[in-house]
Each structure stands twice: as structure tokens, then as C-alpha cells.
């Protein structure tokens, strides 16, 4: 499977931006960021139905990931300077025995998208 972000751009601190992931309901969807000069980090995920989401600590509380059937969405509110990254996603099986929060769980990695968040 194929995967594009899409939806990055330069925002001030405090402002909200939402990015996109072509990717169908025959997958659970992760979220990672990386930073630079730092590793990639997990934002978030979502199951395969929408049914359940899971959050870093980071960002618990200001984003929120949705899905409709072929795209996966990260609405990111309160946007801070620490939260500038490349931001990608990534798919993973329905149902796997491998936490949502570890890349291992996924095998499918799209380019990512520039975040940017300055005054």
C-alpha cells in the first residue's frame, strides 16, 4: 500500500492545521513526527474501523485523528513551536498482537508532510 501526507504548511503558535493520509479502512493508521536533528517520534493511531485512537502524552488533548473510508486525518489544535516535524503516516494490519505506539506495528511508510509552527 501507498501512502501520502499531505496538508503541512507554516502556522503561527496557537493556530490549527489538519493533515491527510490516503489510506483505506483495510488498515490501522499510524502517526509519527520527527523533528530535526531528533528520532521519530509517535503522535498517534487509529484502528482499522475508527473504533479506537491512542495519543502520545505530547499532544494528548489538542489532536485529534479520524477516518473516513479512505482517508486518515490529523487534526492538530494549539499548535506549538516544539511541534514543528515532518509528519508521517504509516500502515499497520487490523488487528496485530504489536502495540499501535511502536513502528514495528507498521509496514507501510508514506512520504512525509512539513509542519511548520513560528511566530
Known amino acids: 500500500v501507498q501512502l501520502q501526507a499531505s496538508g503541512g504548511g507554516f502556522v503561527q503558535p496557537g493556530a490549527s492545521l489538519r493533515v491527510s493520509c490516503a489510506a483505506s479502512n483495510d488498515y490501522s493508521v499510524g502517526w509519527f513526527r520527527q523533528a530535526p536533528g531528533k528520532e521519530r517520534e509517535f503522535v498517534g493511531a487509529?484502528?482499522?474501523?475508527?473504533?479506537g485512537t491512542y495519543y502520545a502524552d505530547s499532544v494528548k488533548g489538542r489532536f485529534t485523528i479520524s477516518r473516513d473510508k479512505n482517508t486518515v486525518y490529523l487534526q492538530m489544535n494549539s499548535l506549538k513551536p516544539g511541534d514543528t516535524a515532518v509528519y508521517y503516516c504509516?500502515?499497520?494490519?487490523?488487528?496485530?498482537?504489536?502495540?499501535?505506539?511502536?513502528?514495528?506495528?507498521?509496514?507501510?511508510w508514506g512520504q512525509g508532510t512539513l509542519v511548520t509552527v513560528s511566530s
Open positions: 504509516a500502515a499497520g494490519p487490523k488487528n496485530s498482537g504489536t502495540s499501535y505506539y511502536t513502528e514495528n506495528r507498521y509496514h507501510s
Open positions: 487509529i484502528r482499522y474501523d475508527g473504533r
